[in-house]
């Protein structure tokens, strides 16, 4: 089984703070890991995946999140927060090794920047 | 279209009637997905279909809820006798292909069951 855990319901950051949105997984064989935002009144967007190689992996909107086999996570960060960084933002996991394609989503971190 | 369209926006509906909910996926995507998003949870996937392969049914919660996907395109999600459970906003997805390619979501449904 594959699943994904978001512990924090809501993180708040000041704008021009760096910000961190957790996300760990669990998987049995290898992780495909993915980053997805909702903003208001939008649907969701792909922000960035981690498929292989490189751990750190760079996405959309100057964010960026870190692999970590040891520690099953895959934190998103930035450096410096905007308040139109403002959104619901969603991890999301697959296993490689099984046969099932669908991608399994945690349950969502709601980020909001202060000015 | 330049993304995916699903119909209606909004569906307002008493318990124990049927509905409808389609979906438009991205011309070309032989991956569709349909989940679930309820208030203050996260996405549940329903069911995904790939091409002419068997649709991965494993997400749908009863056997009220079956979805088809007609010619490789257009998807529709039926739910039989909706229960107020069932009130959530259901989000369909395409994808070039499955597995790593990234999803491209549609605005979604808001179903309400009275």
């Known amino acids: 089984a594959q699943s994904v855990a978001q512990p924090e319901d809501q993180v708040n950051v000041a704008e021009g703070n760096p910000l961190t949105v957790k996300c760990t997984y669990s998987?049995?064989?290898?992780?495909?890991l993915f980053w997805y935002v909702q903003y208001p009144n939008r649907g969701l967007q792909f922000l960035l995946k981690?498929?292989?190689?490189?751990?750190l992996v760079k996405g959309s909107y100057g964010f960026e999140a870190e692999f970590n086999k040891s520690q099953t996570s895959f934190h998103l960060k930035k450096p410096s927060a905007l308040v139109s960084d403002s959104a619901l933002y969603f991890c999301a996991v697959r296993d490689v090794d099984t046969g099932r394609r669908a991608l399994t989503f945690g349950s969502g971190t709601r980020l909001q920047v202060q000015p | 279209g330049a993304g995916v369209s699903q119909s209606p926006s909004n569906k307002v509906t008493e318990k124990g009637k049927d509905v409808e909910l389609r979906c438009d996926p991205i011309s070309g995507h032989t991956a569709l997905y349909w989940y679930r998003q309820s208030l203050g949870q996260g996405l549940e996937f329903l069911i995904y279909?790939?091409?002419?392969?068997?649709?991965?049914k494993s997400g749908l919660p009863s056997d009220r809820f079956s979805a088809e996907r007609t010619g490789g395109s257009v998807s529709t999600l039926t739910i039989q006798r909706t229960q107020q459970e069932d009130s959530a906003v259901y989000l369909c997805?395409?994808?070039?292909?499955?597995?790593?390619?990234?999803?491209?979501f549609g605005s979604g449904t808001q179903l309400s069951v009275l």
């Open positions: 998987v049995s064989g290898n992780p495909y």
């Open positions: 279909f790939q091409g002419n392969s068997a649709p991965d």
């Open positions: 981690y498929i292989t190689g490189d751990n």
């Open positions: 997805a395409s994808s070039p292909r499955a597995g790593q390619e990234k999803l491209f």
